[in-house]
């Protein structure tokens, strides 16, 4: 079950409707005896979604919270109910709640369901609009961003970024880093393992995030001190827009 509610930029749903969302979640845990959220008790689920908005709750970005049933008398179930919101912050505020029970590993934990929350926004009208606003203010402040879109094949959505030095590490909804750009190139960044979060792009030394783009982009043509001049903000720009305009060529 899931319902998108709308507020004023940095302010919280309106009461009636959250209230409205918790009687049906309420409805549906009846239903169930194990692992339950708060032993659905109105007023305490109630407090526990108004909590969950808070988490979710800014003035500009995109953030995802869950929370899930508890085991019950030491009995552990291998299905919970789990409850996730998400809040995109552009123009306005658009909180995205979803409940369902879903399966739990063999530790008893519930599937995080945050990243796929945050994957689905954009089946939501109020919180796709959100988006784009967020999309055009990355080219507000990065004018080489929209430039290098025009120039590529790709159109992956953008919604948040982190500098660092000349390089700006750029993640989607999912918070997920997958590109980087430079001056007006832009170059996809393919992992060996996770992709990165932001908050490895913006907290990483400099030695990491420069092996990272020296092994999973074309940048790793050039040398290890150059890439770290990049992220210094001592780098040649210009040199890395002519390893992407080379890479782009070497690809037709």
């Known amino acids: 079950m ?31 005896r194990t692992r339950v959220l708060l032993d659905s008790n109105r007023e305490t689920l109630e407090g526990l979604l108004w909590s969950l908005l808070e988490k979710v709750r800014g003035k500009e970005g995109l953030r995802a ?5 508890t085991r019950t008398r030491g009995y552990d179930f291998p299905v919970a109910s789990v409850l996730v919101a998400a809040g995109v912050h552009a123009e306005r505020s658009v ?14 934990k519930p599937v995080d369901l945050t990243r796929w929350i945050r994957r689905e926004l954009h089946a939501f009208p109020e919180a796709e609009e959100e988006l784009e606003v967020l999309r055009r203010r990355l080219y507000g402040r990065y004018p080489g ?7 590529s094949e790709e159109r992956p959505l953008f919604v948040g970024a982190v500098p660092r030095g000349q390089v700006v590490f750029l993640f ?6 997958t590109h980087a750009l430079v001056g007006k190139a832009l170059f996809p960044i393919r992992y060996t393992e996770e992709p990165y979060p932001p908050k490895t792009a913006e907290g990483a030394p400099e030695k990491v995030l420069a092996k990272l783009l020296r092994r999973g982009t074309s940048l790793g043509v050039l040398p290890r001190g150059a890439v770290l001049a990049l992220l210094r903000g001592e780098g040649d720009v210009e040199e890395a827009e002519r390893v992407w305009r080379l890479a782009r060529l070497g690809r037709l």
């Open 145 to 151: 961003l929209e430039h290098a879109l025009k120039a």
């Open 2 to 32: 899931t319902q998108a509610l709308v507020a004023p930029l940095g302010e919280l749903p309106d009461e009636e409707a959250v209230r409205a969302f918790g009687e049906r979640v309420l409805k549906l845990e009846r239903g169930h």
């Open 65 to 69: 919270a869950q929370v899930s049933g």
């Open 95 to 108: 909180f995205v709640l979803h409940y369902e029970r879903t399966p739990t590993n063999w530790l008893g």
């Open 172 to 177: 989607n909804p999912a918070e997920e880093v």
